[in-house]
């Protein structure tokens, strides 16, 4: 989830029928209506390049630093591309399909008629990189293992309608099903493949901190050379890499080294970037990106800045209250908080006028909801209309604004309104309730760029009488809170795939409100909720999907879990000019997928 808090790209798909009815076909790859972009044999894809080239040192950064070598667990923090570089998975997605697979250690896919089981048949190169092959057992222990107590919890809940694994010979192995899914095939392809042997002689999750930076075995276009622990992590490319002739590995991973410099903050990365120290950077700051790119290295070509447009769902991005927390507890009072935010004049003087307001848990996508719900939405809705604001039937989503004829001083006086039906009042300058506690709270930030944005918010709460501090605390222990529910508010983004699916039990649902780790940092406890990520998880179609979607977008919207923040359409960024890229883009990528497309003209 980068904010990787695991944000794991999901795609449906379906198969096409032999015209026998007990069979199904074995596809090299899988897409939501049956057909494919790229046919048996392809020879890449076409946001790779052909002239892409071998070699080079790539240097990186990240912030903050880590303490473990295992990504799959909850405690600790884990070097960037550890999961990308080392360990892979049984099938990756096409960046411009919004939902297509193709196999990576599997050759083949079959779906059986029933859909209660997927078997998947291992490509006989497959090894790991102490040369051992990847075998079904391997498998089999990957899913085991990752159900397990041992893994991060969000594996748990991700893969808990696939009832089990079973072997069926060596290289092919059969995933069951506890229910139907369409997209459970799919989620089994995502699943990372890890040595049974090495977890057996090694243990998977470290006790007190023993093990923790053993270097782990994977079977990825890159080994471990070189850990500074919580400085730097270097990667070289596994000469012997089993899968660098595949269509789907053609073209990508094209450094033979890469190195993962860690820096304390996003201010003195940025001075190491423009000094040189690094080649790669995703600038996520608009002041930064307008008026800090510049210097000598900019002057001289040396560096260059570009923007990369997307298709991405842009998701929500939005200050996220902590529900378990008593102040937090009431809607109204969470929607009067939203009030306070002028994200029209935040835009334009901090922001250059470069973003979107977020309306939409599924902004920038045809799944946010439009105008007021239809008959099908209504389905869905009706069951709990007691327990939900009227606003879902009656009102559609729109963010407070400060546009005329609205104003920041009359949203301020019907936030003042909300907070006294709410029981709070000013006295003497202090919000309070009726026992005298003032309204106080916290923003925790991982990032100083962020207090920007927070002072001049924190300025109209203070008119309000509420008294909001905020601070920047350094990365691993700000992740370590967060994981512990331990903050009255703070920054993040729900991120949203084109098919939205399973991973949406880990944002709202009950379950999860309680477990930590998960990704349902507000809390978020209710059975409508509950009902329609089921809806969503089960739809049967696109068009049920789409609809389940909307109807949770307008539940979600108006129980004011969040400020709403803000999106971009594209990337952002700053990179050595050496660096070359291929010049057809993906449509639906990150940062960081794109960069294993791209290569060094020469050497470094």
């Known amino acids: 989830m980068n904010d990787y808090v695991f944000y794991m790209v999901l795609f449906f798909c379906c198969l096409v029928p032999f015209s026998e009815p007990d069979q199904v076909l074995a596809a090299h790859g899988v897409s939501i209506d049956g057909t494919l972009k790229y046919p048996k044999g392809f020879e890449r894809f076409a946001y790779t390049s052909p002239q892409a080239r071998d070699g080079g040192v790539l240097v990186l950064h990240d912030l903050g630093s880590f303490e473990k070598m295992n990504p799959f667990t909850l405690k600790?923090?884990?070097?960037?591309?550890?999961?990308?570089?080392?360990?892979?998975?049984?099938?990756?997605?096409?960046?411009?399909?919004?939902?297509?697979?193709?196999?990576?250690?599997?050759?083949?896919?079959?779906?059986?008629?029933?859909?209660?089981?997927?078997?998947?048949?291992?490509?006989?190169?497959?090894?790991?990189?102490?040369?051992?092959?990847?075998?079904?057992?391997?498998?089999?222990?990957?899913?085991?293992?990752l159900k397990s107590n041992q893994a991060h919890p969000f594996y748990q809940m991700y893969f808990q309608d696939i009832a089990g694994a079973e072997v069926v010979d060596k290289r092919t192995v059969r995933f069951h099903f506890a229910q139907t899914n369409r997209e459970l095939h799919m989620i089994v392809g995502q699943l990372p493949v890890l040595s049974k042997k090495f977890y057996t002689a090694t243990p998977f999750a470290s006790a007190e901190g023993r093990g923790a930076m053993t270097i782990p075995v994977g079977s990825g276009p890159y080994v471990v050379a070189d850990v500074q622990p919580g400085k730097s992590i270097t990667y070289r490319k596994n000469p012997d890499y089993w899968g660098k002739d595949l269509a789907v590995r053609r073209g990508m991973f094209n450094f033979e080294t890469i190195v993962v410099k860690y820096y304390k903050d996003p201010v003195v990365s940025l001075e190491a970037f423009k000094a040189g120290e690094f080649d790669f950077l995703m600038v996520n700051i608009a002041k930064q990106w307008n008026r800090d790119m510049t210097g000598r290295r900019f002057?001289?070509?040396?560096?260059?800045?570009?923007?990369?447009?997307?298709?991405?769902?842009?998701?929500?991005?939005?200050?996220?209250?902590?529900?378990?927390?008593?102040?937090?507890?009431?809607?109204?009072?969470?929607e009067a908080l939203g009030l306070a935010f002028d994200f029209e004049w935040t835009n334009k003087t901090l922001f250059f006028s470069q973003y979107t307001r977020s309306s939409s848990y599924f902004s920038n996508s045809g799944y946010a909801a439009e105008g007021l719900p239809g008959p099908e939405e209504l389905r869905l809705l009706e069951p709990f209309r007691d327990q939900l604001p009227s606003e879902v039937f009656t009102q559609a989503l729109k963010p407070p604004s400060t546009e005329p004829p609205f104003s920041l001083r009359g949203n301020m006086q019907k936030a003042k309104e909300m907070l006294e039906k709410a029981g709070w009042t000013v006295k003497e300058g202090r919000l309070v309730n009726d026992q005298g506690r003032q309204f106080r709270f916290e923003i925790l930030l991982a990032d100083t760029s962020f207090e920007r944005v927070i002072a001049p918010y924190a300025v109209n709460l203070k008119k309000l009488g509420i008294e909001m501090s905020y601070r920047t605390i350094d990365p691993a222990l700000y992740a370590d809170r967060v994981k512990n529910f331990d903050f009255d508010m703070v920054v993040t983004t729900?991120?949203?795939?084109?098919?939205?699916?399973?991973?949406?039990?880990?944002?709202?649902?009950?379950?999860?409100?309680?477990?930590?780790?998960?990704?349902?940092?507000?809390?978020?406890?209710?059975?409508?909720?509950?009902?329609?990520?089921?809806?969503?998880?089960?739809?049967?179609?696109?068009?049920?999907?789409?609809?389940?979607?909307?109807?949770?977008?307008?539940?979600l919207w108006y129980g004011y879990y969040v400020v709403p923040n803000w999106y971009l359409p594209n990337h952002r960024v700053a990179y050595a000019t050496r660096l070359r890229h291929p010049e057809q883009l993906p449509l639906y990528y990150g940062s960081e997928q794109w960069l294993d497309t791209w290569w060094f003209e020469g050497g470094r």
């Open 76 to 145: 600790g923090a884990a070097p960037r591309g550890l999961t990308s570089y080392l360990f892979e998975t049984l099938a990756v997605p096409s960046l411009d399909e919004p939902f297509a697979e193709y196999g990576l250690v599997a050759e083949d896919i079959v779906l059986a008629p029933d859909r209660r089981s997927v078997t998947f048949t291992l490509n006989e190169r497959a090894r790991f990189s102490d040369g051992t092959p990847i075998t079904a057992e391997d498998i089999s222990f990957s899913l085991e293992t």
């Open 299 to 334: 002057d001289s070509g040396e560096l260059t800045k570009k923007t990369f447009p997307h298709k991405n769902n842009a998701g929500m991005q939005g200050f996220v209250y902590n529900t378990r927390k008593p102040l937090f507890a009431d809607r109204l009072v969470r």
């Open 494 to 555: 729900y991120g949203q795939s084109q098919s939205p699916g399973n991973e949406q039990r880990d944002y709202w649902t009950t379950s999860t409100a309680d477990r930590k780790g998960s990704r349902n940092l507000a809390g978020i406890k209710s059975s409508a909720v509950d009902a329609l990520v089921d809806a969503i998880i089960y739809a049967e179609t696109q068009e049920q999907l789409t609809i389940a979607c909307r109807a949770l977008d307008r539940v």
